[in-house]
Structures are given as C-alpha cells and as structure tokens.
C-alpha cells in the first residue's frame, strides 16, 4: 500500500524518498545559478563533481585539490568579512573550536588535511561529497562519524551567495563545531537515528529538528542571542538578518519545530532559540527515545 504524502517546502512528496532517497549521478545546476554560461566555472564544477563522487563512493577519503588563482581569489574575499561577523556574532561552541582548529583565511585548506586533524581531536573524518546529498545519505555518513563536505567554490560573481552548500559553507560553517566532542556526538546520535529509522515521518522530524539547529540555530548564551547553525554561520547576509527584526524568534520547543516546514532557497524568516547546549542534547535523546529508535 503506498503511503499517505508527507509535505515538505511547501509541497507533498513521496515518503519513500525520505528512507530511499534518489542518487544523484551528474551535477546539475539550478536554474538561475550564478555560474550557468560560465563554461570553465561549469567544466570545473563537473571535474570535481566526478572526483568527488569517487573518492565518497570508494572511500578514499578527500582527494587534494589544486585550487585556482580564482578560486582562492573568492576565498580570501570571503573568509576574512566572515570571521569579523563570527567574532561578533557566533555561539562559544563555534568560536572555541574555530581558533583550536585555525584554519587559514589566505590559502583553501586540504579537507584532507582538516580530516586528520579532527580524527585526532574527536573521531570525527570529512567524507568528500560531489554535491548536496539527500538527509538520509548525508547522515548516515554522520552515523560513522564521517562528514560530509564539499569541495568546490561558488561562482565568482556573487562571493557573498551559493544556492547549494559549498566548500565555504561546508568548511567555515559546518568543520569547526567537530572538533567539539560534545558536538561531535550530538551530531552522531542525530545521523544514527536518521540512518536506522525505517519510517519517512520520523526521518522528516529529524531532517527538521537538524535544520532549526545544526543548520539555522540561535543560541542563548549569558543572555544574549548567539548564532549557531552552519547556514547562518557561512554567510555574510545571513548573519544580521538573523538577528533582525525581520526575523520571527521563537523558543525552541522540539515538538513544534518538528512540525515546522521551511524553504531553504530563501532567507530564513523563522528561527529558534536554543536555550543551550545541553538542552539540544538533551532534547536530541528525548525525540529519538519519543521516536522509538532503538540506537542508544
Ligand atoms: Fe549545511
């Protein structure tokens, strides 16, 4: 018997694809991205795209890439204007864990490199990832402790935006928090959870639970609002908006934000706050407890 649609960015879709979801074999491009009739930008993209998908599927770890003058032309333009933001603005977790691991604001690091340094400090390894991965296979990575990070640059055109998640995005908003290890298992349990239930609902709760957090979080820290998730912490739009008035900021209540629904292709106009760490972790065992998830 098929099963009843679950809606998701303001639309139904097959639940299967929440359990079983589609393997994406060539890159693609949506429409309206800033590199389309870029034709070196694309070829590049396509080059890495199939490194990558390599490297993930036979497990090689991340390949060392040789960056271009561009490429890191984009990244020092970038990297510097957010850590003035993150300075200001990120959560302690993010900030601590961001000067631990130093990573250069002049030269693209090696994810292999960064890899080794993490499975050092936290357990924690990058996973090369050709492009955006669906939630179930992105954190069934997450499951072996292995995450999953891009390899190539947006489109020079527009620095300060990328439609899909990016090596900047992947990088300096999502690797630092891993060498946290109380980060590092919150995030685990998350990724066993979502790789162990057979039931698409409960994978929807978790893909929403993780996006208000992991992605899009606020944090409460000695009364001020910090900002915690990687979407926000990866772009320099992002971050004031964030903290704006233009902004609905709601307590974070798991069993509202599961109900939630969100279009990641905007700015994110409903945010909660995360009263603090330990609360996320706890709340993170009590829904998968709730769920009946069986990977405690
Ligand atoms: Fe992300």
């Not at 590199?35 to 390599?54: M, N, P, S, W």
């Not at 296979?137 to 390899?151: D, L, N």
């Not at 990088?171 to 919150?186: I, Q, R, S, T």
Request: hydrophobic share 40%.
């Amino acid at each position: 018997m098929k099963e009843a649609p679950i809606v998701e960015y303001g639309a139904p879709v097959d639940p299967r694809t929440m359990v079983e979801p589609p393997d994406v074999t060539e890159l693609e491009l949506e429409p309206g991205h800033p590199g389309l009739g870029d034709v070196a930008y694309v070829q590049r993209r396509k080059d890495l795209f199939a490194l990558c998908r390599a490297h993930r599927l036979k497990r090689l770890g991340p390949p060392l890439i040789d960056y271009t003058a561009e490429e890191t032309r984009i990244w020092r333009e970038v990297s510097p204007k957010l850590d003035e933001l993150h300075r200001k603005h990120a959560s302690r977790i993010y900030l601590q864990a961001k000067d631990t691991l130093g990573i250069s604001q002049t030269e693209i690091p090696q994810l292999r490199h960064l890899s080794e340094r993490l499975t050092r400090e936290t357990r924690m390894h990058l996973v090369p990832a050709e492009g955006p991965l669906p939630y179930r296979t992105f954190y069934s990575y997450i499951a072996e402790r292995g995450f999953p990070v891009t390899q190539f640059i947006r489109h020079g055109s527009h620095p300060e935006f990328t439609p899909e998640p990016d090596m900047i995005h992947d990088c300096l908003g999502h690797v630092p928090a891993l060498m946290n290890a109380d980060y590092a298992e919150l995030l685990t349990l998350i990724g066993k959870a979502a790789f162990t239930t057979p039931h698409p609902e409960h994978v929807l709760a978790l893909k929403r639970f993780s996006w208000f957090s992991i992605e899009f979080g606020l944090i409460e820290e000695d009364a001020e609002t910090k900002i915690f998730g990687a979407g926000i912490l990866s772009s320099t739009g992002e971050i004031p908006f964030s903290l704006s008035n233009n902004v609905k900021h709601l307590p974070f209540v798991t069993s509202k934000v599961i109900e939630t629904d969100y279009d990641p292709s905007r700015m994110q106009d409903l945010l909660f706050i995360i009263p603090s760490f330990a609360f996320l972790r706890r709340e993170v065992e009590q829904l998968v407890k709730r769920l009946g998830i069986s990977v405690l």
